[in-house]
């Protein structure tokens, strides 16, 4: 599997939308990007997933380059409970390999 | 999330005891995972589980071991704990028709004296 690279940490005004990258140079033509977070010592949390397309949900937008060599993860209203770590990975879905969690990006957001 | 539940969530014991740590889902996944997580790092894979007859190791299997009672069940044991297993502990499902996406007990914390 691809791996990821994240800035360490970023910080957002709450209320604003928290644009955070992730660089996969490295992706193959059958490797999903999944977004989770992870809110102070709790279990990981799946926030979305995407091949090529742009995909949107009830807690995010995910935007990936043509090229599929970088994502942004967009949280359009960031309040003070996104404040976690958040993780890019990249994997071939379905193969049963490990996701790759690395160190994310610890997100701050600030009243 | 409340589907994956972790016993317990809480452990300190000493040096070179037997230790287990069980995870139950009622999610109705085949697949399940145990991850590790030291302070200030990512999670680390140590064994995983595609179904009842299926035990995997992870990258970091050393000093553990696993039992996959039931499709719900999948417990990890560490058969003499030493103070480097010190860690949060996570236990994860995934459902293979449904791109795999894992979903997260809400851990438990072994301290090791």
């Known amino acids: ?111 | 999330d409340a589907d994956v539940t972790q016993t317990p969530r809480n452990r300190i014991t000493k040096t070179g005891k037997r230790i287990m740590l069980e995870c139950s889902q009622t999610k109705g996944h085949d697949r399940m995972y145990w991850y590790r997580q030291d302070p200030g790092l990512g999670l680390q894979l140590i064994y995983y589980s595609f179904d009842v007859k299926d035990i995997n190791k992870g990258e970091i299997s050393d000093g553990y071991s696993v039992s996959r009672q039931a499709q719900a069940k999948f417990s990890l044991s560490l058969e003499s704990a030493i103070p480097n297993q010190t860690a949060l502990y996570f236990c994860a499902t995934s459902d293979s028709e449904l791109l795999d996406t894992q979903y997260f007990g809400p851990g438990t914390r072994l301290t090791v004296l």
């Open chain 1, 1 to 111: 599997d691809a791996k990821t690279t994240q800035p360490p940490s970023m910080d957002c005004a709450e209320g604003r939308a928290a644009n955070l990258p992730c660089n996969h140079s490295t992706i193959s033509g059958n490797e999903y990007v999944y977004w989770y977070r992870q809110i102070h010592s709790q279990g990981p949390q799946y926030i979305i997933h995407g091949l090529k397309n742009n995909e949107t949900n009830e807690m995010a937008s995910l935007i990936i380059t043509e090229d599929r060599k970088s994502s942004t993860l967009i949280l359009p209203h960031a309040t003070l409970r996104d404040t976690a770590v958040y993780y890019c990975i990249v994997r071939v879905s379905n193969t049963g390999n490990q996701f790759y969690f690395g160190t994310g990006t610890s997100l701050t957001v600030i009243p």
